[in-house]
């Protein structure tokens, strides 16, 4: 596997709505791994493949759940609504306030092409819901409340929940 560079806010791509996977090739199951990789090399709780330069709909995840890989995922059900804080590995240096929805249901296909469907709440149900908005080319900041500059202090605290996706 191979770390992949992270285009970061400004690049074309990131705006870009990203194609669905037809069939999941050797080439792409390469790619969610090196996005795996990516991911756990910026300390990400989630990754997109536009993020990395692909448009395809592909996300990977881990919340410290062990990591979950997801073609075309989609967003077949959610309730309820939770306000926190995110950032992501896109638009480095800030943090905002975003409204999720608190549970979402996820339906996609696995690694092996199979179908697969995902819920949960907190920290999963936030970063799904931003994964699957790079694959229509939104970024978080279009849709936070309040945006902050991330302390050098606080970047450097690594007890902290990383929670840049
Ligand atoms: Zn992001």
Known sequence: MAQLEILTEGHPLLRQKALPVKKITKRLLKLAGDMEETMRAASGVGLAAPQVGVGVRLIVLDVGEGPIVVFNPE????????????????????????????????????????????????????????EIDHLDGVLFTDKATSIVAVEEEEKADESGVPRHT
């Open 75 to 130: 967003i077949i059900d959610r309730d309820g609504q939770d306000v926190d804080v995110e950032g992501c590995l896109s638009i480095p240096g800030v943090n905002g306030y975003v409204e999720r929805s608190a549970w979402v249901k996820v339906a996609g296909l696995d690694a092996k092409g199979k179908p697969l469907v995902i819920e949960g709440t907190d920290l999963l149900a936030r970063a799904l819901q931003h």
